[in-house]
């Protein structure tokens, strides 16, 4: 999957999902807020002041403290807001053990939804509630559906995982066939003629239905027999449409059957154009590469540095980055400084540093006192850079090459250095 700039959120969120869902409570005690655009800040923290004292009647005392702590820290968050955002709040809060039994620290996660949020729920359970959260990781991209024959024709739209009938309209075209003789070529005439009017009204209804559709990623045609190609030689769409249809596929029928019959072979289709798009984005990084422009860059190192410059038109980074950038300090004399390693070799690392004498005061005092994704840090700096962030999977032939050949990270520059 690509992923644009303002998508890096959708990257961001499913990190944070990822991280939230293995958190377990002790007991009934882990805090789920959502509260949707539109509340008052007040309205939510009085509904919090009666869930505390509902609170007060849990039997136990571990989990009554750790409730009422959790709904206490929840208040004290939201009072930081003037105002609920504009695509709502959630906060996830309560007691979570870190090492063993006796171990429970509370933590707190306050997270701003990438779109708006309709929900308002409170929620006291040993686990986080982030479901209602994962519906903004699945596709909502929007695709025109048009399957039509010389008798009739149904637009469809379709949206994520969710498909409407918009319109039906049929031809008023008779069959073919008739009596033979002259009168029988006067009736094919008519007939074509009849065939060309109904092709522009499916244009006409196609036109008005596909262009008002925001952000409309493609179209697909179906339906039976050699009509759909007849149409698309013709040139009957608005051209910005044509240039948005993805398949014409064969269907044994129209309306809401082929529409169904389209939907079943979508997947496949729109999967491939994910592909197209993520080849595409990394054939224009070959094509730099290939040509010696002095514009591509590869690696951790080379990135950084043009981006730290400022010279970056678009880094593409891989979701495959196992990397993290830890930070570390000598608590004695303040000295700093970073380190890009694999995530699984920390616990080492820190084993490591514990033992080693600091190389400005010789202290063995050096630890880690940051650590963030590799892939987060370099798109932190992009942001700051206005650069262009295009976080490629690893599901595609391209996606797997810049993983393997360019170490996952590469760029491609504004002007040659
Ligand atoms: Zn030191």
């Given amino acids: 999957m690509v992923i644009k700039r303002t998508s890096l959120q959708k990257y961001r969120l499913r990190k944070a999902l990822e991280y939230l869902k293995k958190k377990e409570g002790r007991g009934t005690e882990l805090i789920s807020l959502y509260v949707p655009p539109g509340r008052s800040v007040s309205e939510v923290v009085n509904m919090l002041r009666q869930e505390y004292g509902t609170a007060s009647n849990i039997k136990s005392t571990t989990t009554r403290k750790n409730v009422q702590d959790a709904i206490v820290k929840v208040m004290q ?121 109904y092709f522009k009204r499916v244009a006409k209804h196609a036109n008005e239905i596909f262009l008002k559709i925001p952000d409309l990623k493609g179209i697909i045609i179906g339906g039976p027999g050699p009509t759909k190609y007849d149409f698309e030689k013709g040139g009957y769409l608005h051209y910005s449409l044509r240039d948005k249809v993805l398949a014409t596929l064969d269907t044994a029928y129209v309306g809401a059957q082929g529409v169904e019959e389209v939907l079943e072979k979508a997947p496949e289709i729109l999967k491939k154009v994910r592909y197209i798009e993520e080849k595409r984005i990394i054939q224009e990084y070959l094509y730099h590469l290939g040509h010696d422009t002095g514009l591509a860059v590869y690696g951790e190192r080379d990135v950084r540095r043009f981006l730290e410059a400022g010279a970056v038109k678009t880094v593409f980074l891989s979701e495959g980055l196992e990397e993290v950038r830890v930070k570390v300090k000598c608590s004695s004399c303040g000295y700093e400084f970073q380190e890009t390693m694999k995530e699984r070799n920390i616990t080492e690392f820190e084993k490591e540093l514990s033992v080693k004498p600091c190389p400005k005061c010789s202290a063995t005092s050096l630890h880690i006192e940051e650590k963030i994704d590799l892939l987060e840090e370099l798109a932190e700096l992009a942001e700051n850079a206005g650069s262009e962030i295009e976080v490629v999977s690893t599901e595609t032939e391209e996606g797997r090459m810049l993983l393997e050949s360019f170490g996952g990270i590469a760029a491609i520059l504004r002007y040659k250095p």
């Avoid at 695709?143 to 918009?166: M, N, P």
């Fill in 77 to 197: 968050r939201l009072k930081l807001f003037r105002e609920i955002p504009e695509n709502g709040l959630v906060i996830f809060c309560g007691s979570i053990p870190q090492n063993g039994p006796g171990s429970e620290k509370i933590e707190t996660y306050v997270i701003i939804p990438p779109e708006p949020i309709s929900i308002y729920l409170y929620r006291c359970d040993n686990r986080f509630h982030i479901e209602h959260l994962e519906e903004f990781l699945k596709e909502h991209e929007n695709y025109g559906i048009l399957v039509f024959d010389a008798g009739s024709a149904t637009f469809a739209v379709l949206s994520g995982k969710r498909v409407e009938i918009v319109q039906e309209i049929t031809s008023g075209i008779p069959g073919k066939t008739r009596a033979g003789g002259q009168s029988a070529r006067r009736f094919e005439r008519i007939r074509e003629a009849k065939i060309i009017e």
